[in-house]
């Protein structure tokens, strides 16, 4: 089995911080691109943020100079730094990886079971 277990989340004010983290655990052979989703209520889940097995980041045009996304490989975490964040912030924000099992040749998504982050004063 595998698991991605997020965490960090919480309230914060506006033009606050946070930093969310999510590891991946299980019978991990190997791990392509790690990443973050949000769902805001009444909306569709949205991308925010990926990150490949060898750093690149790719960050939404909307989130970008704000949020920033990182990953620790040998740890098997991705990580979420959200800066100056906004009301509109407000969601459920959700970990997703493409992973290989030991017992599979085939990659498949495992999404974590989500972190709620609320931006009010």
């Known amino acids: 089995q595998v698991q991605l277990v997020e965490s960090g989340g919480g309230l914060v004010q506006p033009g606050g911080s946070l930093r969310l983290s999510c590891t991946a655990s299980?019978?991990?052979?190997?791990?392509?691109?790690m990443g973050w989703y949000r769902q805001a209520p009444g909306k569709e889940r949205e991308l925010v943020a990926t990150?490949?097995?060898?750093?690149?980041?790719n960050v939404v045009d909307s989130m970008k100079g704000r949020f920033t996304a990182s990953r620790d490989n040998v740890k098997n975490t991705v990580y979420l730094q959200m800066n100056s964040l906004k009301a509109e912030d407000t969601a459920v924000y959700y970990c997703?990886?493409?992973?290989?099992?030991?017992?599979?040749?085939?990659?498949?998504?495992?999404w974590g079971q989500g972190t709620q982050v609320t931006v009010s004063s």
């Open positions: 997703n990886a493409l992973i290989r099992r030991h017992t599979s040749v085939y990659y498949q998504y495992y």
């Open positions: 299980g019978s991990i052979f190997s791990i392509n691109t």
């Open positions: 990150v490949t097995s060898d750093g690149s980041t």
